[in-house]
């Protein structure tokens, strides 16, 4: 199916899915406070309500992408999200904070949806197209996370936090018989058994070109976690006092940098993937200095937020093109065993920048997301050298064995 073009509406599809799936997961952040009231959960346990879905996340992508390298994807996108409509479903209808709590973790373990979406379009892309249609879909992504924030937060002071919830189902149930009956075909032939591709999965993790992908991915998201688990605190302190409604429209901000970056993936295509990362990397090591400015410049702020966020959909659009063209045969492992480094960096900054903020104030969150940027570009100036390495060694081994 690579050598098909891939139509506007398949693209603008895959992109909603990306989009209302990771949103299932995220959508809860703004609105904890009414959640716990309502469901009698203690303040101090509220991140639980993120944190299942994070959970149930990180268990799908080691557990049900791989299936994406062993059944249609296509059917396997359309049931995955009919289960996301209902775990979403089970929350919005909740009596008791145990029930959210199951809903929120089916969501959760169904919204990989999105890893086999992304797997999906590479595999029906042709070479040239691949990197340009991955930053599309992608990009459903980033809207996802940070359109959540603003989206949610107006549902739920029009009817209530089990509005979005509610919301997300419909729209969940709605594109899986969207994508069963519009997508085109998934044929597979030679499918290994799922124990094999259990394996490789793991396997992923010897490799250089997926480890050093991966390690960036880990400090890229984690860089990313600090900055948007931590800005409201201070943002609704002094000196700026700012309402939950005004610090989510920070993620229109975050929004234009990641759209900036859906031509990346054309970059890739044109053979710069590993260049546009290190520049790109280099940007988000700058957008500390702007965002480090907090505690006086707002303007500021929001430059380093575009910043930030054009940097990371860049450098992620990048990865995951040059892991489906390293790993062809089985992208959905790739993509999954990919994203296990982001749910660990995500869930690394997000811990970390509330407990820095607590001592430190502002500064500790501001050197900590540098630092992580720092050491994703010193990973992405190794990784590139040894991987010209291996290169020369090869091309060496090929003249070794030419015919004189």
């Known amino acids: 199916m690579g050598g098909v073009l891939v139509s506007w509406r398949t693209r603008l599809?895959?992109?909603?899915?990306?989009?209302v799936a990771v949103a299932s997961v995220y959508a809860g952040q703004p609105v904890l406070g009414p959640m716990g009231r309502d469901l009698g959960v203690p303040v101090d346990s509220l991140g639980w309500f993120v944190a299942t879905g994070q959970l149930g996340y990180l268990a799908g992508l080691v557990l049900l992408v791989p299936l994406g390298d062993m059944l249609d994807r296509r059917r396997l996108i359309a049931a995955h999200l009919a289960l996301v409509a209902a775990g979403t479903a089970i929350t919005a209808a909740a009596p008791v904070a145990g029930a959210a709590f199951a809903g929120l973790a089916a969501a959760g373990v169904f919204a990989v949806v999105v890893q086999t979406a992304v797997a999906y379009t590479a595999s029906i892309s042709p070479p040239a197209e691949r990197g340009r249609n991955l930053g599309i879909v992608t990009s459903g992504v980033v809207i996802g996370i940070l359109?959540?924030?603003v989206i949610a937060g107006v549902l739920a002071d029009l009817w209530g936090w089990r509005s979005i919830y509610l919301a997300l189902a419909v729209l969940a149930a709605v594109l899986a018989l969207l994508a069963l009956t519009l997508l085109?075909?998934?044929?597979?032939r030679d499918t290994a058994?799922?124990?094999q591709v259990l394996r490789s999965f793991g396997g992923l993790f010897a490799q250089p070109v997926f480890l050093s992908r991966g390690l960036i991915a880990f400090f890229l998201f984690a860089s990313f976690g600090t900055l948007w688990s931590g800005m409201a605190l201070?943002?609704?302190g002094a000196p700026w006092h700012l309402s939950e409604a005004r610090i989510?429209?920070?993620g229109l901000a975050g929004l234009a940098g990641a759209l900036g970056a859906a031509r990346s993936g054309r970059w890739g295509d044109a053979g710069h993937a590993r260049r546009v990362t290190g520049i790109a990397l280099a940007l988000l090591l700058a957008s500390w200095t702007a965002i480090g400015q907090l505690s006086w410049s707002l303007p500021l702020l929001i430059l380093g937020v575009i910043l930030l966020d054009f940097a990371v959909q860049a450098v992620h659009v990048s990865n995951q093109h040059t892991l489906t063209a390293a790993y062809p045969?089985?992208?959905?492992t790739t993509i999954g065993a990919y994203m296990v480094f982001y749910s660990l960096g995500s869930a690394l900054g997000a811990a970390a920048t509330t407990a820095l903020f607590g001592a430190a104030g502002w500064l500790g969150p501001t050197v900590l997301?540098?630092?992580l940027a720092l050491c994703a570009l010193v990973t992405w100036a190794v990784g590139a050298r040894t991987v010209g390495r291996v290169a020369r060694r090869n091309r060496c081994n090929l003249m070794e064995v030419r015919p004189h």
Not at 13 to 19: D, I, K, N, P, Q
Not at 184 to 188: T, Y
Request: glycine content about 16%; overall charge positive.
């Open 248 to 250: 989510g429209l920070f």
């Open 193 to 195: 058994p799922y124990g």
């Open 234 to 236: 201070p943002l609704a």
């Open 329 to 332: 045969e089985r992208t959905s």
């Open 147 to 149: 359109g959540a924030r």
């Open 369 to 371: 997301g540098a630092t």
């Open 184 to 188: 085109p075909a998934d044929v597979r």
């Open 13 to 19: 599809l895959l992109a909603v899915v990306c989009g």
